[in-house]
């Protein structure tokens, strides 16, 4: 199993999970830039977003498997920031549905992907939330990818290291 991007996952749900949500909504960037400081906290008081502010583009080999100027952090208590990318801006070709699935006590129902990209199969690395507690944040529609899974990040077309503080 892959290491969880979330550290107290089980099998099962501890808490009611709201429904799958259709992606075709607004995203919850939208509803993040219409707040007073850029930032939405979910009910449950550990998990917070607000959007990236710049581009990001990843890379595996000589393919880019994301490339957004919508993603949002997440910033979670005792976590480090983690980059959500709206589904729409990773590549589909390279995805492919993995078996696995985790629950995280604070955000919901995992589900993830292996990245297929030519003969490099990885698995399990990219990961989404399509269902979620009730007091969580609704992060359907949105993927994540394991930082350490892709070559290269880049903001604003600058390689970087790990995600930003903001």
């Given at each position: ?18 429904s799958?949500?259709?992606?075709e ?6 509803a ?9 906290t979910?009910?449950n ?7 990236i ?5 990843a890379?595996?080999g000589s ?33 492919r ?17 292996d ?7 990885i698995?399990?690395?990219v990961w989404?939330?399509p ?18 899974r ?8 600058q390689q970087?290291a ?5």
């Amino acid at each position: 199993m892959p290491k969880s991007p979330c550290p107290n996952r089980s099998a099962t749900a501890q808490e009611p999970i709201r429904s799958r949500r259709n992606i075709e909504s607004p995203p919850v960037v939208d509803a993040v830039m219409n707040t007073p400081d850029g930032r939405i906290t979910a009910p449950n008081g550990v998990i917070s977003i607000e959007p990236i502010g710049r581009t990001v583009r990843a890379t595996l080999g000589s393919e880019t498997i994301v490339d957004s100027a919508h993603g949002i952090r997440l910033l979670e208590k005792d976590h480090e920031p983690v980059y959500y990318f709206p589904l729409a801006d990773v590549p589909s070709r390279f995805l492919r549905p993995s078996t696995t699935h985790t629950v995280c006590p604070r955000k919901g129902k995992a589900d993830y992907f292996d990245l297929v990209v030519g003969d490099t199969v990885i698995p399990d690395a990219v990961w989404t939330y399509p269902e979620h507690y009730d007091d969580a944040l609704d992060l359907a529609g949105y993927a994540s990818i394991y930082w350490d899974r892709a070559d290269a990040w880049y903001e604003d077309g600058q390689q970087i290291a790990a995600p930003s503080n903001g």
